[in-house]
T-cell receptor
Framework: DAGVIQSPRHEVTEMGQEVTLRCKPISGHNSLFWYRQTMMRGLELLIYFNNNVPIDDSGMPEDRFSAKMPNASFSTLKIQPSEPRDSAVYFC?????????????FGEGSWLTVV | AQKVTQAQTEISVVEKEDVTLDCVYETRDTTYYLFWYKQPPSGELVFLIR??????QNEISGRYSWNFQKSTSSFNFTITASQVVDSAVYFCALRADKLIFGTGTRLQVFP
């Protein structure tokens, strides 16, 4: 079975440009998470969805960040306009239906560099 | 509020040594889940183990073992006879509703 699929794997963009990161969760999973990893702040939860509905977006750093999940098989994380401090690895993860103890499976990450 | 503390930032050992990675957590929930993930140099996050708050039985999987103690809110991870391939960053995580990670422990195993 395919795991969580993220694209692009690597992106370098100029400050001020819009960045869109994409995620396809594992089929049948109903919860989706976006995390950001930096050296300074470690792994931070940005937002998570249950059944395509955003449940907690308190980790979204500011209005420049937005996330959508239009259907059960696709989610986007958008940064507009991007800034150098947004450079990080962005992970998408999903978990199946059921109790909160279900294992969360991570994609390979999108490595973003904003210059 | 939930919190996970991994006090050890970095540990270096020589191959075949045993090493224990510490994890202390805080939560007010009575039902919660604890996880360990491994992040090798390639960057992916690899699931290692999940325990629920009602199961304090320790677990062993090959060279890996986990010690869960609710009395001290700890969920420590031991690697026996470490190998160079164990070199990675290891994250402890807690989930009541959302999954919160500790800051990670970088393990370097030298030949």
């Amino acid at each position: 079975d395919a795991g969580v699929i993220q694209s692009p794997r690597h992106e370098v963009t100029e400050m001020g440009q819009e960045v869109t990161l994409r995620c396809k969760p594992i089929s049948g999973h109903n919860s989706l998470f976006w995390y950001r990893q930096t050296m300074m702040r470690g792994l931070e939860l940005l937002i998570y969805f249950n059944n395509n509905v955003p449940i907690d977006d308190s980790g979204m750093p500011e209005d420049r960040f937005s996330a959508k999940m239009p259907n059960a098989s696709f989610s986007t994380l958008k940064i507009q306009p991007s800034e150098p401090r947004d450079s990080a690895v962005y992970f998408c993860a999903s978990t199946p239906r059921g109790r909160s103890g279900n294992t969360i499976y991570f994609g390979e990450g999108s490595w973003l560099t904003v210059v | 509020a939930q919190k996970v503390t991994q006090a050890q930032t970095e540990i270096s050992v020589v191959e075949k040594e045993d090493v224990t990675l510490d994890c202390v957590y805080e939560t007010r929930d009575t039902t919660y889940y604890l996880f360990w993930y491994k992040q090798p140099p390639s960057g992916e996050l690899v699931f290692l183990i999940r325990r629920n708050s009602f199961d304090e039985q320790n677990e062993i999987s090959g060279r890996y073992s986990w010690n869960f103690q609710k009395s001290t809110s700890s969920f420590n991870f031991t690697i026996t006879a470490s190998q160079v391939v164990d070199s990675a960053v290891y994250f402890c995580a807690l989930r009541a509703d959302k999954l919160i990670f500790g800051t990670g422990t970088r393990l370097q195993v030298f030949p």
